[in-house]
């Protein structure tokens, strides 16, 4: 059954701390998306790759937060310093932008990492 | 800009009860795709459909079915006999369709069924 897989699960951590988050998208998938969960915004894209190229980082705040793809099966998204307003869960989301038109373009998301910062 | 919106923060049913989830969304481009996800209590994101704007035939799958109406900007989800496993937070979305896109979602519809 293949899944997308968020590691850790669950952080804590204290304000300017680094905290990095990995993705391990389900294999074969060339896109990859990070989105944001929070109760006032609700869930709001931060980042997305195409074939381990970014796309779209305009939704992540520059200073503090990194995405990159160091290979097909691996994204991480790095924060910082950590700051407690980045308290949410990280969803990591991949898919397919090629081959029939039944399979591509609907993204399958991992379970996600729930960070909160003291 | 894409805009989608689910008027219902929650719904509350007892088991066997048919529910109706609403959907409204605002996009200018005359083609796109929309969404449904699920996020149970363990708080994954399930994906459930999704229908390009083109396609306006309604579909059914098992207890859930889907009415997409483009006159309306609504696409509507109904859930009939209505389970406690159904209970959950459910997400309506909307996307480009050139290339793949990001997920704009709505804000959400948790559903409680008791028993």
């Known amino acids: 059954d293949a899944r997308v897989t968020q590691t850790p699960r669950h952080k804590v951590t204290e304000m300017g701390q680094e905290v990095t988050m990995r993705c391990q998208p389900i294999?074969?998938?060339?896109?990859v998306f990070w989105y944001r969960q929070t109760m006032m915004q609700g869930l709001e894209l931060l980042a997305y790759?195409?074939?381990?190229?970014?796309?779209?980082d305009s939704g992540m705040p520059k200073d503090r937060f990194s995405a990159e793809m160091p290979d097909a099966t691996l994204a991480t998204l790095k924060i910082q310093p950590s700051e407690p307003r980045d308290s949410a869960v990280y969803f990591c989301?991949?898919?397919?932008?090629?081959?029939?038109?039944?399979?591509?373009?609907?993204?399958?998301f991992g379970a996600g990492t729930r960070l909160s910062v003291l | 800009a894409q805009k989608v919106t689910q008027a219902q923060t929650e719904i509350s049913v007892v088991e066997k009860e048919d529910v109706t989830l609403d959907c409204v969304y605002e996009?200018?481009?005359?083609?796109?795709?929309l969404f449904w996800y699920k996020q149970p209590p363990s708080g994954e994101l399930v994906f459930l459909i999704r229908?390009?704007?083109?396609?306006?035939q309604n579909e059914i799958s098992g207890r859930y079915s889907w009415n997409f109406q483009k006159s309306t900007s609504s696409f509507n989800f109904t859930i009939t006999a209505s389970q406690v496993v159904d209970s959950a937070v459910y997400f309506c979305?909307?996307?480009?369709?050139?290339?793949?896109?990001?997920?704009?979602f709505g804000t959400g519809t948790r559903l409680l069924v008791s028993p």
């Open positions: 989301a991949s898919g397919l932008d090629q081959g029939t038109e039944l399979a591509k373009n609907i993204q399958y």
């Open positions: 294999l074969g998938h060339n896109t």
């Open positions: 790759f195409r074939n381990r190229a970014p796309l779209d």
């Open positions: 996009t200018r481009d005359t083609t796109y795709y």
């Open positions: 229908r390009n704007s083109f396609d306006e």
């Open positions: 979305a909307l996307s480009e369709y050139t290339g793949f896109q990001k997920l704009v």
